[in-house]
């Protein structure tokens, strides 16, 4: 009797230690100011922090590691961490393997080309033929790209999200496609981008569905208690001001 009462403890016991194991939320940090890493080695951003505020609502513990891009889903896949929050845009082709949060922020994007060429351009196939666009690999924005002008323009895909900025920068591209938001803060603000501007008409999800439906949590299949706990603290953090404060704080007031 006594050793039956002290497995069950070690049982209870057991189960108190996998009750506490923070959630782990995964994120590409190359994409300032939604997640970056700093001088110091720390991953910041609006999205990281956003993170954190989503696990103080909902009353757990929880970390947030830094993963390439190309790993995140099949990292969620096999368990490697519980979601991924890192600017993930909802598509029908992501769809067929992870589950979403609602929609907590609408990308919009844009062409970046050279300021002295902006009035040359035109948002079509004949503008395009033999250009060089690069964008960031296995994104919304690169089907995009890819779906209009493939068969005109040559494409450079990149696994890190910087890498399309410094290809424009050296002369190695004439364009990239991306979010407007982090293009903006990580390039055109910055002094490698003062020779560049935005060029052409925005595109978002509205307009070509191809560009996905919003950015939302990524999730393994099925998992309906976490989706519904992701669900519940998105509207919390919005309702209690501090969604607006991290959109201040990132100077992402338009985002919406």
Sequence with gaps: MKLNTAMMLVALATAGQA???????????????????????????????????????????????NQPWDALLPGLQVRKYDAIMSSMNITDERRQKVDFSQVYYMMQNR??????????????QAHFKGKVIAVQEGTPQDNFITARYGEVAKIKRYVNAQSPMLDLQSGRADYTFGNMVQLKVGFLDKEMGKQFAFVGPQFNGTQDKILGEGVAVALRKNDARLKGQFDAAIDSVKADGTFDQLLKKYQLEDLL
């Design 111 to 124: 062409f970046v080309g050279r300021s002295d060429k902006a009035a040359t351009f035109a948002d079509d």
């Design 19 to 65: 009750a506490a194991k923070p959630l782990v939320i995964a994120t590409d940090a190359t994409y300032p100011p939604f997640e970056m890493v700093d001088s110091s080695g720390k991953l910041g951003g609006f999205e990281v922090e956003l993170a954190y505020a989503l696990c103080a609502a909902m009353k757990t513990e929880c970390e947030v590691i």
